[in-house]
């Protein structure tokens, strides 16, 4: 069983719908979690970042961490085409290493 | 400012050379990471640097990878006799420090093929 697991999708949205992405993990020891999107041949670019249990907000992006269920999402609000690409989770422990544990991703495709 | 960079973006070689893989990390960043990302694997730590040392290692595949870093920038990975499961982008990340916030910053990695 893998550390973090994500729902490859894919997922097709309409524009302008609510996205809700998830990923759920086992090791409790997890305390940095973030969002990356990753657009096709491109490097993953961070989106979202938070330290702990909490939400987080940042324009149309919203960021959950639930450490009692070990269980991470994200909501993309009024999602646009433009949001189409894989979005990927992932985390670390704290320390100086701090190597991120990623998700496997899910494919987002929001249609016009 | 400049993100990280990578270079060469494409790389395509024959089975049992080797390639060399550059890093250059957003300047005054001190961490710096390799990671590979495959089809059956997805995103997998390689190997991580503080400065010019390499803590951890643990992800590296074989001895045939290896990896520096020189001057606290520039990082080059080197894959020696490359088998055809080398195939993958290879992304290097860097990171401000290794103390507190793990916010990584990836480039835009190196698509290697092995034929």
Redesign the interface.
């Known amino acids: 069983q893998k550390e973090v697991e994500q729902d490859p999708g894919p997922l097709s949205v309409p524009e302008g719908a609510i996205v809700s992405l998830n990923c759920t993990y086992s090791n409790s020891a997890f305390q ?1 979690f ?1 969002w ?1 999107r990753q657009y096709s ?6 989106l979202m ?1 938070t ?1 702990s249990s909490g939400n987080k907000e940042d324009g149309r992006f919203t960021a959950q961490v639930d450490k009692s269920s070990k269980y991470i999402s994200l909501f993309i609000r009024d999602s646009q085409p433009s949001d189409s690409a894989t979005y ?1 989770c ?1 985390m ?1 422990f ?1 320390g ?10 899910t494919r987002l495709q929001v249609t016009l | 400012g400049a993100g990280v960079s990578q270079s060469p973006s494409n790389k395509v070689t024959e089975k049992g050379k080797d390639v060399e893989l550059r890093c250059d990390p957003i300047s005054g960043h001190t961490a710096l990471y390799w990671y590979r990302q495959s089809l059956g694997q997805g995103l997998e730590f390689l190997i991580y640097f503080q400065g010019n040392s390499a803590p951890d290692k643990s992800g590296l595949p074989s001895d045939r990878f290896s990896a520096e870093r020189t001057g606290g920038s520039v990082s080059t990975l080197t894959i020696q006799r490359t088998q055809q499961e080398d195939s993958a982008v290879y992304l290097c990340a860097s990171r401000r420090s290794p103390e507190g916030s793990n916010e990584q910053y990836f480039g835009p990695g190196t698509r290697l093929t092995v034929t």
């Open positions: 940095y973030m990356y041949r491109k490097g993953p670019e961070l970042y330290y990927l992932a670390s704290t100086t290493a701090s190597k991120l544990t990623f998700g496997t991703g």
